[in-house]
T-cell receptor
Framework: AQSVTQPDARVTVSEGASLQLRCKYS??????LFWYVQYPRQGLQLLLK??????VVQGVNGFEAEFSKSNSSFHLRKASVHWSDWAVYFC???????????FGSGTKLTVEP | EAAVTQSPRSKVAVTGGKVTLSCHQT?????MYWYRQDTGHGLRLIHY???????EKGDIPDGYKASRPSQENFSLILELASLSQTAVYFC?????????????FGEGTRLSVL
């Protein structure tokens, strides 16, 4: 069965610093992977998606993620964090882009001035 | 603009009462989903639907029913609400095999059962 682990419940970074949020997945087959962001009291918004192909995918607002089959990982990165990035980030895996998503528990990002 | 609209946005219900959460999408998507989010946790799948008039059980269906009367509408029904069902509920839709868009989510419904 598919599952997602986000090992860091909370991450704090300084504004302007680089960011990596970790995601490990478990899936037998070719996964479709997603990063969503949730701002306070809002729904989930798609940051980026991986459909089998180029392992590095670009998303909105300067985010990117890299798929690694050997490490079963899909880590999210950003070169320079802005205060507006303060949110909860969810990694998710699916069998297809239109199928059920299985979510990690989320990483709460705090941005310090 | 693609949209998933949930109503109500928040609700307070009494234990043992009936609660209906509604979801409406204007995306012409075939697939719709109900997820539950508990504080400090990720989302878990309750029910989903691939086509109107048909629903499927997700990972945590106990205590919930779902209804898909049309392609655009998908409801989640709590016949006998319980304290443990206090959570935020999210509806999502996705287009199916011929639409490679990632699932779109609604704004959520915050349910408190007292």
């Amino acid at each position: 069965a598919q599952s997602v682990t986000q090992p860091d419940a909370r991450v704090t970074v300084s504004e302007g610093a680089s960011l990596q949020l970790r995601c490990k997945y478990s899936y037998f087959g070719t996964p479709y992977l997603f990063w969503y962001v949730q701002y306070p009291r809002q729904g989930l918004q798609l940051l980026l998606k991986y459909y089998p192909g180029d392992p590095v995918v670009q998303g909105v607002n300067g985010f990117e993620a890299e798929f690694s089959k050997s490490n079963s990982s899909f880590h999210l990165r950003k070169a320079s964090v802005h205060w507006s990035d303060w949110a909860v980030y969810f990694c998710a895996v699916s069998m297809r882009w239109y199928n059920v998503l299985y979510f990690g528990s989320g990483t709460k990002l705090t941005v310090e001035p | 603009e693609a949209a998933v609209t949930q109503s109500p946005r928040s609700k307070v219900a009494v234990t043992g009462g009936k609660v209906t959460l509604s979801c409406h999408q204007t995306n012409n998507h075939d697939y719709m989903y109900w997820y539950r989010q508990d504080t400090g946790h990720g989302l878990r799948l309750i029910h989903y639907s691939y086509v109107a008039d048909s629903t499927e059980k997700g990972d945590i269906p106990d205590g919930y029913k779902a209804s898909r009367p049309s392609q655009e509408n998908f409801s989640l029904i709590l016949e006998l609400a319980s304290l443990s069902q206090t959570a935020v509920y999210f509806c999502a839709s996705s287009g199916g095999q011929n639409n490679n868009q990632a699932p779109l989510f609604g704004e959520g419904t915050r349910l408190s059962v007292l």
